[in-house]
């Protein structure tokens, strides 16, 4: 069975103001809950640690736990 980019995770290189795809896929999964976030909803990561996440409240929980 192949495997569209619609059902695959996406690879990303995220930068300060967005990301780019290096290769194509229609998610990607958050660092702390591996929860699947869509492309068109990502609005949190880091760019340091290379990571994504699913909401403010879970991007903020991973500063503040590693500090």
């Known amino acids: 069975m192949l ?3 619609q059902d695959k995770p996406a690879r990303l290189q ?3 103001n967005g990301f780019r795809i290096l290769s194509s ?3 990607v999964p958050c660092a702390v ?8 909803v990502l609005r949190y990561w ?4 290379q990571e994504a996440y ?3 409240v879970i991007a903020t ?7």
Not at 46 to 49: A, Q, T, W
Not at 61 to 67: H, K, N
């Open 33 to 40: 809950t591996g929860e699947a976030i869509a492309l068109e």
């Open 14 to 16: 995220y930068g300060p």
């Open 61 to 67: 929980r991973r500063i503040l736990e590693a500090q």
């Open 25 to 27: 896929g229609s998610h």
């Open 3 to 5: 495997m569209s980019s």
């Open 46 to 49: 880091c760019v340091e640690r």
């Open 54 to 56: 699913a909401s403010a």
